[in-house]
C-alpha cells in the first residue's frame, strides 16, 4: 500500500525557513520521481517543485526558484523541501505527491504559516 506522510510544517516570520519532510513507503522510492505541491485557502493547489529519479534533477516554479530547495534520501525514502526567504504568500497547506504506475497518492498535507 503507498504511502506518503508529511510533516515539518508551522509557523514562520516573513524571511525565516522550514523544512517539510515526506516520508514514503509501499513502492520503490528510488526509481519515483516525487513532487510537492501547495494550497492557499481559496486557490488551487499549486505544483510547486519535482526531483527526478534518474538524476535528481530538479524543478521548480518561478515563485520559489532561489529559495526553496527540494531533495531527497533514497536509502531513508524520504523526500524534502527546504524552504528559505518565506514571504506571506508561501501561506498555504503543503502536499508530497508520487505517481506509481499513472495513479497520483497524497499524502495528508502539512500547513506552513508565514506571519509576523
Known amino acids: 500500500q503507498v504511502q506518503v506522510v508529511e510533516s515539518g510544517g508551522g509557523l514562520a516570520q516573513p524571511g525565516g525557513s522550514l523544512t517539510l519532510s515526506c516520508a514514503a513507503s509501499?513502492?520503490?522510492?528510488?526509481?519515483?520521481?516525487p513532487s510537492w505541491y501547495r494550497q492557499a485557502p481559496g486557490k488551487q493547489r499549486e505544483w510547486v517543485a519535482r526531483i527526478l529519479s534518474r538524476d535528481s534533477s530538479t524543478y521548480y516554479v518561478d515563485s520559489v526558484k532561489g529559495r526553496f530547495t527540494i531533495s531527497r534520501d533514497n536509502a531513508k525514502n524520504m523526500v524534502y523541501l527546504q524552504m528559505n526567504s518565506l514571504q506571506p504568500e508561501d501561506t498555504a497547506v503543503y502536499y508530497c505527491?508520487?505517481?506509481?504506475?499513472?495513479?497520483?497518492?497524497w499524502g495528508q498535507g502539512t500547513q506552513v504559516t508565514v506571519s509576523s
Open positions: 505527491n508520487v505517481q506509481i504506475r499513472g495513479d497520483d497518492h
Open positions: 509501499g513502492f520503490v522510492f528510488s526509481i519515483s520521481s
